[in-house]
């Protein structure tokens, strides 16, 4: 079998077989076939698509190319969730408790943050003391015990999606949806879930733009886990704006913590309690969504939910205490204001534009070794189709510098204030099944 005629093969737009696809996958990741090559296929790819035979195939070559982290020794149905990233994006810290309060493990593998999007395991480090580090073992017991463990993905886990990657970046050939798709679901697969609960974004802050092209990378993702044997949902879910009111590591530790305690933004919660619900429908809990989302309700106002987070933060070397004492979470020595330039309502609010600025603070990371300042971010004052009176605040700006004149105008850049209200912001388009 040689490469060239496979890049010949895909270019003339015929279908790979399972057996070329894995000589291609695991050839790159050996070094075997070299950048040039492997740039000329995903350009072929690019053109010329996938059918689903191929980018299945393709997902469990990637995957089977380093660690299948095995969860057997895990009591019960393993459900993950995976979002496409976004500005604000906290819902896995507060699902995560949700659903092992209900009885359903939680063995969660999760990135680090780049550009405009922040990680969740960065949120997690802003804990005083967090682990992210555990031994396969004490993984496996701290989901045991707890019903609920959070870690930095394995440095082994298909790293074929890694290399591929990395030369998709620099060859223009990141948006392309089997490829995509083949990405998201390799980690997954890899990191041995049994069920996959999928949030889609879409809109400014989000690498999907318009629900149409959401709900084809939903498709082609949920058909993935079905051809694999895992349960998958997808939901489509909004990100024109940031999602709850607060961007930053510690800030949005301090966001999930009300959301769990039942006094967090409406928004944010609603979009945390139908992910929870379909994972805990995933589960096999509860019958029906409905019941699912009565009973997610009943776990946050009941506080079962908060006390399984404090039980989570503790299991992992974290400290409990922030839980009921936000303030030792770290915290920014400056605050400043933006205030609005006119009156009348919000009427747009440029989400990747409030990512970048919360990244210029040191919130996030420009190159991956860029260091994560975890006191730093911003508070959303305003959202979409809230009122407004010119020098009111609509952004606070928690920064550990005095010279903030470039996110300062950044942020009101975002801000598009119009006369008259918008219609009320859609937080879920769609669920594919």
Known sequence: ??????????????????QEITFIVHGYTKGDIPDYQMSALLMAIFFNGMISEEISALTMAMAGSGEMIDLSEIAGIKVDKHSTGGVGDKISLIVGPIVASL????????????????????????IPGFQIELSKEDFIAAVNTNKIAIVGQSGNLAPADKKMYALRDVTATVDSIPLIASSIMSKKIASGADAIVLDVKIGSGAFMKTVDDARVLARTMVDIGVKLNRN???????????????IGNANEIRESIEVLRGTGDKELTE????????????????????????AVRDIVMNGKALDTFKRFVASQGGDPRVVDQPE????????????????????QIDAEQIGIAAMLLGAGRAKKEDQIDYAVGLTLNKKIGDAVQAGESICTIHANREDVKEVTSM?????????????????IYDVIV
């Open 328 to 347: 030792l979470l770290p915290t920014a020595s400056y605050h400043f204001e933006v205030l609005a330039e006119q009156d009348g309502y919000v009427n």
């Open 411 to 427: 942020i009101q850049g975002a801000y598009r204030i119009a006369a008259s209200k918008p219609a009320p912001v859609q937080l």
């Open 1 to 18: 079998m040689r490469m060239v005629d496979l890049i010949h093969k895909k270019r003339s737009g015929e279908v790979l077989t399972e």
């Open 103 to 126: 009885g359903i493990p939680v063995a969660k593998m999760s990135g680090r943050g780049l550009g405009h999007t922040g990680g969740t395991v960065d949120k997690l480090e802003s």
């Open 271 to 294: 979009v945390a309690i139908s992910v929870a619900a379909y994972m805990s429908l995933l589960g096999k809990v509860f019958e029906s969504f409905e019941q699912a989302q009565e």
């Open 232 to 246: 998958t949902i997808a939901m489509i879910t909004d990100m024109e704006q940031p999602l709850g009111r607060e």
